[in-house]
């Protein structure tokens, strides 16, 4: 186990269906611990930036405009193993293929409009938290 940080969206969708709080909690009580976090409207060229590796694909367009349609919190989360252990506490991208007791389970609309982002590897969450958070101190 090691110390990490991952880089985290509670996306348009849970902000304006008001699971915000609800969804910290869930951070809280998996001993994650908040060390930056920023509410943001993305404009639609800031979501095409972040999700690059997806450009080409189908759901890119719709995405982008998803995830510039309103308020979303970006946070970076720390804790033992944190990269993954946020991906399993998210669950599956589509709420239908999510475990029970998970994040999308609970709070997803679509496989579009799924509540939440968490960085999938190291080198993601370093790219994606020097994204939102240029400034923020080094390990
Ligand atoms: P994640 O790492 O679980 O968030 O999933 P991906 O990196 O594969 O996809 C990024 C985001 O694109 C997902 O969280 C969804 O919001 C969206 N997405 C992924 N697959 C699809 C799809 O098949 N259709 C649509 N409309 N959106 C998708």
């Not at 611990?33 to 920023?38: D, E, G, S, T």
């Not at 995830?67 to 998210?90: F, H, K, N, W, Y």
């Amino acid at each position: 186990m090691s110390l990490e940080r991952t880089l985290t969206i509670i996306k348009p969708d849970a902000i304006s269906a008001g699971h915000l709080g609800d969804i910290i909690k869930v951070f809280d009580s998996h001993r994650f611990k908040v060390v930056a976090a920023r509410l943001v409207k993305l404009s639609k060229a800031e979501a095409e930036g972040f999700y690059a590796v997806h450009r080409g694909k189908p759901f890119f367009e719709s995405l982008t405009h998803f995830m510039s349609s309103g308020p979303a919190m970006v946070m970076v989360l720390e804790g033992e193993s944190a990269i993954t252990r946020l991906r399993e506490v998210m669950g599956a991208t589509d709420p239908a293929k999510a475990a029970s007791g998970t994040i999308r389970k609970f709070y997803a609309e679509s496989v579009e409009r799924n509540a939440i982002h968490g960085s999938d590897a190291p080198e993601t969450a370093a790219f994606e938290i020097s994204y939102f958070f240029p400034g923020i101190e080094l390990q």
